[in-house]
């Protein structure tokens, strides 16, 4: 099948998650697909990255730079017509005039976009091509408790963003054919009567890659992400401010990693003689593998936490909170251990660090659940199946 693959991110390296899960399901869709891919960027792509990704794209590889400039004027434009901000972010009338010309020259038998922030670029095609959206998170939702735990003079905008993307996402629906999304719970969020049509199609995770180590623990607790994405900056401080203080009241040497690219002036901030920001590292397993618990305090956001995958899969005791392991659904307690208070979550913790058979037993149980359940090749054909209907 010919198809044609729409993203707001090159999809290399996997610093983030919508690039993790475009990269993988390209990898698989390319076994059995001639795929021309589109992407957008608003950073440079190296040649490593491109030697990553071009080889998944036999029918071509169509890469378009958002500047700033452009990018402001486009988010102005937003505000005016009602748009998010984040679809206006994305939105550029030349990149519409090279994939508008590229549709019609590739003639492509399916369409597959990720994210609503890229549906813009299909309006004006809307039944004219088969076509499948990846909701993959419901931003509305995120944004919505974002706003409510955001300063009040922030509020307003943040609300007004919430309420903006939810009015989108049900709009965008009646423009493709199929759709799909990465949890049940994201599912519930979608505000259309057609939701339960929507597909949901989980990530996988690479346990080839992603595999237990034996490397000597320098640290006690890590967490990773994307760590300029506010769900991840929120965790981070609820982390190394509230939860980290209780831990170290039992275990008074407990120090904490958070690593991951792009950390945010709140995140450096929380730097301490306990708390050590890596910032990117080449190989995010390093940060895995030097520590002995792993936690995702996760407060605000949607979707599913790669982050999860990847530790349990490197075999560590995961601690995480409820909204996370909704769409995980792990087994609390026997997968790995659940709390939303910082005394919950702390007593989890001091408990894992305490116990030294137990907290074994849980990472191995951990381990088997993401081999059971996240599998990349069963999660895409999944979507592969959509293509054909």
Known sequence: MKLLVLLSRFPYPLDKGDKLRAFHQLRYLARHHEICLFALTDEPVDEAAYAAVRPLCRAGLHVHELRKPSIAANMSRALLTGRPFQVGYFYNGAAQRRLDALLREFRPQHVYCQLIRMAEYLRPHAGQYAM?????????????RRARQAPAWQRPVISLEASRLLSYEAAVFGWFQHHTIISDQDRQLINHPGRQQIHVVLN????????????????????????SYHPNVDAAEFLALEILPLVRQQHPQARLLIAGTTPAARVLALASESVVISGWLPDIREAYASARVFVAPMRVGTGLQNKLLEAMAMQLPCVTTPLANNALRGVPGQDLLVGESAPELATHIARLLAETEPTAALAARGLTFVRQHYNWAAATGRLEALFGS
């Open 132 to 144: 499948t959206l990846d909701y993959m998170d419901v931003f509305s939702a995120g944004m919505a």
């Open 204 to 227: 996988g995770i690479d346990t080839d890659f992603f595999r237990p180590t034996s490397t000597p623990k320098e640290y006690d607790l890590v967490f990773c992400g994307n760590m």
